[in-house]
């Protein structure tokens, strides 16, 4: 469920009609709205709440929506972070989450960022590898301090989910493998650096069937006791993110959380552990829109191509995933056609939708892209040397820009001219900006 709805024919954000924030930011921009953000931290919280040992840990996925007034409306809800790089640590902190509900995830993680998180206090890193582990402990010997791990665990679980966001095959780089798991904890144990807390498993995202993660959990809830008969102390089951939102409105809505809540009941009943959940997109996604305006309508040979200001640079999930976003007009003019919706980018994957029906529209007229809340702006380039999007964040009747539009002479700017190439005298970069 969401806060944009149409009244008096005008699609709102919560109490905001989507024509004012239009008409006063400019297109395209995205707006995200506080009171959805907010309904699914207690969905999701009340879901799981009853699960594990004491009161779960939910540590929003950073990489979602990294907006710094997004974090800090869920740092008030009492969210924790799942964070992938020091400038996700960073974001998260400053927007007030508390050191202690921060888990570092990702397989790359540098020395220098180790060095960073251990310094803030955080409360987990998820280590992906042995030779990962090898170099924290030796970080964190340096510095005087043990690092509180868990091992990302690869179950070797199908997600049943597009291939480019599925995570928990043996084949994918995440995790250690599963059948090594006990030995490398073994390993582990033995490194000065290190305080081994507990386990951790992550197998996709857009997650529409619940199946794959019990079967993943399951063999988490072996492992827990494979590793308690060797002696681990494990603490913390980490069971990540993943559960999908619904994007068309034709396909069978994915399970909600409450269903979710009630297989991880049921699966990790008797573990004995506090579990820790990474959701994003369950979060965020249908908590944002991206908001745009039809350049013009060009005829087509079967179809007419509906050009909107917003392009792949902005929202790059339809081009990448072949995802689809729900499109709609903010003001319906009663009828519909069939069209192509794109942006201005000079190639053909810059396709939003082919051969939509969806509410006819006219040039100037605004349009949004449904569900854009995740994995939106977060993924937006300058591609075309289009400035980023801004964002507004609505609360019931008030709106601010949280992200302004980055002006374009900013981005020229930040480039630089080597000494042996001479500067337009007319017309430098520095000047225009
Ligand atoms: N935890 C870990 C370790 C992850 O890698 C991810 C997402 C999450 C949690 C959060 O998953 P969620 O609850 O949002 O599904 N850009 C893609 C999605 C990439 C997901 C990457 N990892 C998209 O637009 O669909």
New binding site residues.
């Given amino acids: 469920m969401d806060h944009f709805d149409y009244r008096d024919g005008v699609m709102h954000a919560e109490d905001v009609p989507l024509s004012r924030i239009a008409e006063a930011v400019g297109t395209p921009v995205y707006v995200y709205s506080t009171a959805t953000i907010e309904r699914h931290v207690r969905v999701f919280r009340e879901a799981v709440a009853e699960a594990g040992t004491g009161e779960p840990l939910i540590a929003f996925?950073v990489?979602?929506n990294p907006n710094l007034a997004v974090l800090a409306t869920l740092a008030r809800a009492g969210l924790g972070a799942?964070v992938v790089s020091g400038g996700e640590l960073l974001r998260a902190r400053a927007a007030g989450v508390p050191a202690d509900r921060i888990v570092f995830?990702g397989v790359g993680k540098t020395a220098d960022e180790m060095a960073l998180a251990l310094r803030e206090g955080i409360g987990q890193f998820n280590l992906e590898s042995e030779p990962e582990a090898e170099m924290l402990s030796a970080v964190a010997v340096s510095m005087g301090v043990r690092a509180p791990v868990a091992f990302r665990v690869n179950p070797n679980v199908d997600a049943g989910t597009h291939a480019k966001?599925s995570?928990g095959k043996s084949e994918d780089k995440f995790g250690i493998a599963y059948d090594g798991a006990v030995a490398a904890y073994a390993r582990a144990r033995d490194l000065a650096g290190l305080h081994i807390r507990g386990v951790a498993v992550?197998i996709g995202?857009?997650l529409t069937d619940l199946a794959p993660s019990r079967a993943a959990f399951a063999k988490i809830g072996d492992l827990i006791g494979a590793l308690r008969a060797s002696g681990h102390d494990i603490a913390t089951a980490d069971l990540?993110?993943?559960?999908g939102v619904p994007y068309d409105p034709a396909l069978p809505t994915p399970p909600l959380p409450a269903a979710y809540g009630a297989m991880v009941r049921e699966v990790t009943a008797g573990w004995g552990v506090r579990l820790i959940f990474?959701?994003?997109?369950?979060i965020v996604g249908n908590a944002g829109i991206l908001l745009t305006s039809v350049i013009r309508v060009k005829p087509g040979v079967t179809n007419p191509f509906v050009v909107v200001d917003a392009a792949m640079n902005d929202l790059l999930?339809p081009s990448l995933?072949d995802?689809w976003h729900d499109i709609r007009a903010v003001v319906p003019r009663g009828d519909r056609f069939t069209a192509h919706i794109v942006g201005p980018i000079c190639e053909s994957g810059d396709t939003f939708a082919r051969n939509r029906g969806m509410d006819r529209v006219e040039p100037g007229d605004a349009v949004c892209f449904m569900t854009a809340g995740?994995?939106g702006a977060t993924?937006a380039s300058t591609y075309n040397s289009r400035a980023l999007t801004p964002e507004v964040l609505v609360n019931g009747r008030e709106w601010s820009i949280v992200r302004a539009r980055q002006p374009i002479e900013a981005l020229i700017a930040a480039d630089s001219l080597p000494s042996w190439l001479p500067a337009n005298p007319d017309r430098s970069a520095m000047e225009i900006a």
Avoid: C, F, N, W
């Fill in positions: 996925a990489k979602a799942d995830s966001i995570t992550h995202s857009q990540g993110g993943g559960l990474e959701p994003g997109r369950v999930r995933y995802a995740a994995y993924m």
